[in-house]
């Protein structure tokens, strides 16, 4: 709710300035072009209505603002975030006086206040009001600034728009200021002629002497609450960080850490993270809003709160797995372990994405093909006639996978890996898996027959086949993620088909493939083969030289 009321009070104000500022700009052409847009802004913020929105919107910005202060564990803040929270907080202390001295002087006067009327009074104050008014322009511009940025660069036509947007955001600000140095300079001029002044002025000089003590009062007044303010903002916060300290934290079990890291309890996670000076990605400053801060938890997952609305839409965008949660809003309060799933490089781009490793654990059939003699082919043909060949080779497999229902996992160098099972039961991915391993043998004595007289010595390929449970789902770098399959059954098949070589046959299919494919191992080599990283010291599979016999 908070973040909604911050963004609607933002735009609201950024509606104003604006305009406001292109108003400014208007002093390159005259003093009567300035009043003149002026009149026409007088109609939107002028009346009863208009003034509610912008001076509600101003003081609602302000009080979110310290309450977004109080909120924050720690005030260690990127340069960014750091220049609007500190612009955010001046620009009350510098834009109240001006305030003052326009609109709520035009309410007590009853008279309006034009363009002349300010930069009179603008030039009469000398350097330091004229310095003053310039800074507010560039404190209040950038802080605006850097908050649209924040609001619009998830929207996907931002990347398109910033060679118009960029330019935009620098010319505006500068054309405004020397629209208002050529006012300045006009007023300089009409300023010598004490009958206009005193005209000008009238007004303001025939109201009541307790209205000048009142408009010094509630300047002065203005200034101290809102000091006030910030004072006690900063001094609740510290108390309430002394509070949470005493009264529980938890511990954090983070990648490449020796040590768990220690938070109060309602201290986020990524709030932690950064405090403990770890690079983690969190593009959008911990607004729920980018994802790239997101983590797998490993541990704890069981005492964590359920995701907010907030959390839970942006993890939604994604597709995310339960075991996923944005760091930037977990608020643990028991002990946990958890696992970055994006660099901390990650870019808006990559938050869109479902990058890391990103998966559930299930039932699987991996395969792994691998050209034989590679190496000897490189070393009797030129590199481009290789590259051809293993074109052709990999096109005639990823034509089998396609015709059998697998999926093209991953390519290395010669060899490839394709994951069976994924829609279906267990035992249909087992035979939809040999299936392929004849299908690809089938292809590549078809491949031979057509190379014949390009090739030396036929090609010769490899294939191992294992099942059981695997992490399967999106993986690997934010740029270029793929579907994929990581896991101890997936490091077997690999191994498996690295044993077609010792026992010189095409195919190496472990034992539970065989036995929920239902196949007739009569006849088949039986063989105990060692795996490393098993428990069992051997593994049993079933050899085959010739796998578009087998009969699945």
């Not at 700009?25 to 300035?34: F, H, I, P, R, T």
């Not at 491949?447 to 090609?459: F, G, R, S, V």
């Not at 498996?496 to 034992?511: D, I, N």
């Amino acid at each position: 709710m908070t973040a909604k009321l911050r963004l609607a009070t933002g735009i609201i104000l950024a509606s104003y300035l604006i305009p406001h500022l292109v108003n400014h700009s208007l002093g390159l052409v005259s003093l009567a072009a300035m009043d003149a847009m002026h009149e026409w802004m007088a109609l939107v913020w002028g009346n009863p209505l208009g003034g509610v929105l912008l001076f509600g919107s101003l003081i609602v910005h302000f009080l979110l603002a310290l309450e977004a202060i109080y909120r924050r564990n720690h005030l260690r803040l990127r340069l960014r975030d750091g220049v609007q929270l500190v612009f955010g907080l001046l620009v009350p202390l510098l834009i109240m006086r001006h305030m003052v001295a326009t609109r709520i002087t035009a309410e007590l006067i009853g008279s309006p206040i034009t363009y002349p009327h300010v930069l009179t009074a603008i030039w009469n104050g000398g350097w330091f009001v004229i310095s003053k008014q310039t800074a507010l322009v560039v404190v209040v511009w950038i802080h605006a600034a850097i908050g649209l940025h924040h609001w619009i660069r998830f929207k996907p036509w931002y990347r398109r728009a910033v060679p118009v947007l960029y330019p935009a955001a620098v010319l505006l600000p500068v054309l405004a200021l020397l629209g208002f140095f050529r006012g300045l300079a006009d007023t300089a001029v009409q300023v010598e002629d004490k009958e206009f002044v005193a005209f000008l002025f009238a007004a303001r000089r025939a109201a009541p002497p307790e209205i000048d003590a009142l408009l010094l009062r509630l300047d002065n007044d203005v200034l101290f609450v809102m000091g006030g303010m910030l004072a006690l903002t900063l001094a609740a916060r510290q108390i309430r960080r002394l509070y949470r300290s005493r009264h529980g934290v938890y511990r954090i079990t983070y990648p490449g850490r020796a040590a768990a890291l220690v938070a109060p309890i309602g201290q986020t996670v990524l709030e932690a993270i950064h405090l403990a000076a770890i690079p983690h990605a969190s593009v959008c400053g911990g607004r729920a809003r980018c994802t790239t801060c997101r983590v797998r938890v490993s541990r704890g997952l069981e005492h964590l709160p359920e995701p907010l609305p907030l959390e839970r839409g942006a993890l939604a965008c994604i597709k995310a797995s339960p075991q996923v949660r944005l760091a930037c809003q977990l608020r643990p309060r028991h002990d946990l372990a958890v696992v970055p799933l994006l660099p901390s490089y990650a870019t808006v781009q990559d938050g869109r994405r479902p990058g890391g490793v990103e998966g559930q654990e299930r039932h699987v059939t991996a395969l792994f093909a691998d050209l034989r003699g590679s190496t000897a082919l490189g070393h009797a043909r030129m590199p481009y006639d290789v590259v051809f060949v293993l074109n052709q080779f990999f096109a005639e497999m990823a034509e089998a996978l396609n015709a059998t229902g697998g999926h093209y996992a991953q390519f290395a160098g010669d060899g490839l890996m394709a994951l069976y099972g994924l829609k279906g039961t267990p035992a249909d991915g087992c035979r939809d898996a040999l299936r392929g391993a004849a299908d690809m043998a089938a292809r590549l004595d078809r491949l031979n027959a057509t190379l014949k007289t390009e090739l030396a010595q036929p090609l010769r390929m490899g294939i191992g086949i294992h099942t059981g449970l695997a992490i399967v789902g999106t993986m690997g770098p934010p740029a270029q993620p793929i579907f994929s399959a990581i896991g101890d059954n997936i490091n077997v098949a690999a191994r498996l088909e690295s044993e077609t070589k010792r026992l010189g046959v095409t195919l190496v299919m472990s034992e539970a493939v065989a036995t929920l494919a239902g196949v007739d191992v009569a006849g088949l080599a039986r063989h105990q083969v060692e795996v490393r990283g098993r428990e069992r010291d051997t593994f049993a599979v079933y050899a085959v030289d010739l796998p578009e016999t087998l009969k699945v």
